[in-house]
């Protein structure tokens, strides 16, 4: 009997914000398994990532959203109650997204910011593979609805359903118990509003996101672990990988071993935008 295929999308988040880590994404898809990353358009070192993505097109691109612990594109006097006067916005998770979530005034400025982040990542020329978001806010309640309000006007095809198996996670490491099972409590909600609005505009997803629950430690020994858990279908793998503070996470993308596993599994690599 023919086993279900397995597909997998690889993704490194953070594309553009410093050269350490436009040098990892790019090093981890010529030689290992990354098949795509989010570009974040308002960092220091996007337009070498634009550069570099554009050598290398068989690397799906796609826009990741930075509403908190970034830089804005607009101007600090048009979006005052989100930035400071150095287009900062607060470094804060929990803080931003309560004020976002309370306060209707700052909606039509999240509404700016977010069109001008799109209307950035066209510029570059790039084909837009998918939307994500930075830590996640694209799945904020305000921020879901303005991107799904706009969405046809904002080209989405393919956003990160970000929703992880605890249970999964729970096999293939341990520790940081209230971090990994907070984080899987919340996405499993917001994920669960999310799906069918998706799902109304034919937004397309991979349907269990890796990633979430690792926060940056994600090793070449948790990916050998999660190979053979894969579910039948699209899963989509997520990591930072950079050449200096998350090196750990570029060396698990270039593992002979990872690659071999991916290989005798059958287990197809693919972008956002061939789901």
């Excluded at 989010?38 to 796609?62: I, Q, R, T, Y």
């Excluded at 309640?141 to 605890?166: K, N, Q, S, Y």
């Excluded at 899987?184 to 799902?199: G, H, K, N, Q, T």
């Excluded at 940056?216 to 200096?244: C, N």
Aim: with cysteine.
């Amino acid at each position: 009997m023919e086993r279900p295929e397995r597909r997998l999308i690889v993704n490194a988040d953070d594309f553009g914000r410093s050269r350490s880590i436009n040098e990892a994404v790019i090093r981890a898809h010529r030689e290992g398994i990354l098949t795509t990353a989010s570009l974040m358009v308002n960092e220091p070192s996007c337009a070498e990532a634009v550069v570099l993505a554009k050598e290398n097109p068989k690397l799906g691109v796609g826009l990741h959203l930075t509403l908190l612990m970034g830089h804005s594109v607009l101007a600090p006097e048009k979006i005052p109650g989100l930035v400071n006067a150095q287009r900062e916005f607060s470094n804060n998770p929990v803080g931003v997204g309560f004020r976002y979530f309370i306060k209707g005034s700052l909606r039509e400025q999240l509404r700016a910011e977010i069109h001008a982040q799109f209307k950035a990542f066209r510029a570059t020329g790039l084909t837009l593979d998918h939307v994500n978001g930075h830590l996640h806010m694209h799945l904020h309640p305000v921020v879901f609805r303005i991107l799904m309000e706009d969405a046809e006007a904002l080209g989405i095809r393919h956003l990160r359903l970000t929703r992880d198996c605890f249970d999964r996670s729970r096999r293939m490491a341990s520790g940081r118990w209230f971090y990994r099972v907070s984080h899987a409590l919340i996405y499993d909600c917001l994920s669960a509003r999310a799906s069918e609005p998706l799902r109304q505009r034919g937004i397309k997803h991979a349907q269990i996101t890796f990633g979430l629950l690792q926060d940056s430690q994600m090793d070449e020994e948790y990916i050998l672990k999660l190979l053979p858990e894969l579910p039948p279908g699209d899963s989509e793998l997520y990591a930072h990988p950079s050449m200096d503070r998350f090196k750990h996470e570029f060396d698990a993308l270039i593992s002979p071993r990872v690659k071999g596993e991916i290989t005798r599994r059958g287990i197809k690599p693919i972008r956002y935008q061939d789901l």
